[in-house]
């Protein structure tokens, strides 16, 4: 059984739209306190009702001093819970509580440098460098073209730049703070710091969201959900479904079975590496299905990317289909979604946050199946599900291995997916990846893979013509996956993993190296 209620001391960030927002959320989950990001306009009575121990109010591209612009319902300084309010946040805040905002005649981008005045609770003994008259000074990051001009009662100044002179704000008594700069990105280098003073000195919260304690109760919470009932996942190999697995297994052990698919689009060893960490050193109960001559049977023919990304999610869905109704007593599919998820389909259906993701993976299942859904990671930011796997003893090849996509490399063929090819191309991307881990680059780069190209070029081998296939490396360099930056990895580097694939492959007579960020290009070719 769980020891703490590891919900009950929670923050609420309320989002204005920053493209930080959820940066804001993961700082305070650093902090080991547990947090919800939600639009700013959620419903009062959703705000009390979550009763949190603190609110931040989050940036935003808006200003404030225009007509019809997001404010923070009013109940959020009526709660008597302290509110960090964070550029838009804190000029929001200043201007709801009787403040002047305007546009200012310098816009700050950047880095900047904030002088502490006074001794805020949330700024004391925090900063970067003193100055020759005794002042803290922070480095920190500024995005924002407006300022607040005139504080609110029962503000006082709390830190000020040259271009901004109310760049920190305070009511000590309400415990209400506002800050110019932004304390969630790492260009602000105490950040992190200010965020922990926040939560745990001024809301005064602990820290119980660990890895431990979460794993406690998310154990308590699936037991208590699911009783004696049998629970199906499908088990990809990837971080999520892994992390799921391991902790369904620790949980319920044999009432959990996992469905591995083999569709022949994934990478060499993949089958073999999950049945080697789940089934044989964990005794967890795997059934791999062999679906190659299906998955490649349908795809037969075609060309077209995104329909052999509907091709191939809907044979995954048959697979399933059929394997789960060879099991008796299933009640549940697990699934491996994880917070961002949440976050981007909630975004996606109000429409307040732009779509990210339209891929899909193996979407459509509970409709389906009419299973009831199990979510574990539902409330985790892909670094936490990597520290509980961690911590529930995977290998860490695995908890952090780059992400492999749904549709696998079917969508790395370019046009009508052969068998041979794959082949050829899991060969390629087998050896660009081992190559990777022993130049110990693999960590240092975000994602990287081969692309099989389906034209031909000459070459010449021991004296003969060769004409074979065109092999192109990609590795990226990303946060988010949203944007990217080709990854620079050495020439001697690619000249070692081009010679080895040309050398190993007859199949192969070039190698390229993709040298397109994202945008303009995506990760994956198709
Ligand atoms: N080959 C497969 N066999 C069984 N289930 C699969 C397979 N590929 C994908 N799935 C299911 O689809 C889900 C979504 O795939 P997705 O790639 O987003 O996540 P993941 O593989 O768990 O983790 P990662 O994002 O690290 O790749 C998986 O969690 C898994 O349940
Ligand atoms: O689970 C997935 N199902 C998919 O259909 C899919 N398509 C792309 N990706 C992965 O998403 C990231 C961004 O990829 P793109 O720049 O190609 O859109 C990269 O990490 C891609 O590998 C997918 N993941
Ligand atoms: N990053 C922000 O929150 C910006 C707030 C507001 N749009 C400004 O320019 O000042
Ligand atoms: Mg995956």
Not at 84 to 112: P, S
Not at 155 to 182: M, S
Not at 440 to 468: C, H, I, K, T, W
Request: aromatic share 8%.
């Amino acid at each position: 059984m769980s020891t703490h209620n590891i919900h009950a001391e929670r923050v609420l960030i309320l989002d204005f739209g920053s493209q930080y927002s959820q940066l804001i959320a993961r700082r305070i989950r650093e902090a080991g306190v547990y947090c919800e990001l939600h639009p700013f306009d959620l419903d009062a009575a959703v705000i009390r009702d979550f009763a949190p121990r603190g609110i931040i109010l989050s940036g935003g591209p808006q200003s404030v001093h225009e007509e019809e612009t997001p404010r923070a319902h009013p109940c959020v300084f009526e709660l008597g819970v302290p509110v960090l309010g964070i550029c838009y946040g804190m000029q929001t805040m200043a201007a709801q509580l009787g403040g002047r905002v305007a546009a200012a005649t310098h816009r700050e981008y950047g880095y900047a440098q904030v002088r502490a005045r006074g001794h805020s609770a949330l700024l004391r003994d925090i900063e970067d460098h003193t100055s020759p008259e005794g002042y803290g000074l922070l480095d920190v990051w500024m995005s924002h073209g407006d300022r607040v001009e005139s504080l609110p009662d029962g503000f006082q100044v709390i830190a000020e730049t040259a271009n901004a002179p109310l760049a920190g704000i305070a009511d000590e008594t309400r415990r209400f703070y506002g800050v110019q700069f932004h304390p969630e990105v790492t260009h602000t280098r105490q950040g992190q710091r200010i965020l922990d003073r926040f939560v745990h000195d001024i809301c005064g919260c602990q820290r119980l969201w660990t890895p431990t304690n979460i794993i406690q109760d998310s154990i308590a919470t699936v037991r208590r959900q699911v009783g004696t009932d049998a629970v199906l996942l499908g088990l990809s190999g990837g971080v999520d479904s892994s992390v799921v697995a391991a902790l369904l297994h620790r949980a319920i052990g044999d009432q959990l079975t996992c469905v591995f698919v083999d569709n022949g689009l994934l990478r060499r060893g993949e089958g073999e590496q999950v049945m080697r960490t789940f089934a044989r050193h964990m005794g967890v109960r795997v059934i791999r299905v062999d679906a190659e001559d299906r998955f490649l049977g349908r795809l037969k023919g075609i060309t077209d990317p995104e329909q052999k990304r509907k091709i191939i999610g809907n044979t995954f869905i048959e697979v399933f289909d059929d394997e789960a109704s060879k099991l008796e007593n299933v009640q549940w599919l697990a699934q491996g979604t994880i917070y961002p998820d949440v976050i981007e389909s909630a975004g996606a259906k109000t429409g307040k946050a732009k779509v990210i993701k339209s891929h899909h993976n193996v979407g459509g299942l509970p409709e389906e199946m009419n299973l009831k859904l199990i979510e574990p990671l539902r409330e985790l930011f892909k670094d936490e599900v990597r520290k509980i796997g961690i911590e529930l003893g995977l290998p860490s090849e695995m908890v952090y291995r780059h992400p492999f996509p749904g549709p696998g490399l079917g969508v790395r063929i370019l046009g009508e997916v052969h068998r041979e090819d794959a082949e050829t191309l899991r060969r390629a991307d087998d050896i660009f990846i081992e190559e990777l881990r022993r130049a110990e680059l693999y960590d240092q780069v975000s994602q990287a893979f081969a692309v099989f190209l389906p034209v031909r070029s000459v070459g010449v081998v021991g004296d003969n013509r060769q004409y074979a296939h065109v092999i192109a490396l990609r590795a990226v360099e990303t946060i988010d996956f949203m944007t990217a930056r080709w990854a620079h990895l050495p020439y001697d580097f690619l000249d070692l993993v081009c010679r080895r694939i040309v050398n190993e492959i007859p199949d192969v007579s070039r190698v390229v190296y993709d040298i397109t960020g994202k945008p303009p290009g995506t990760i994956e070719w198709e």
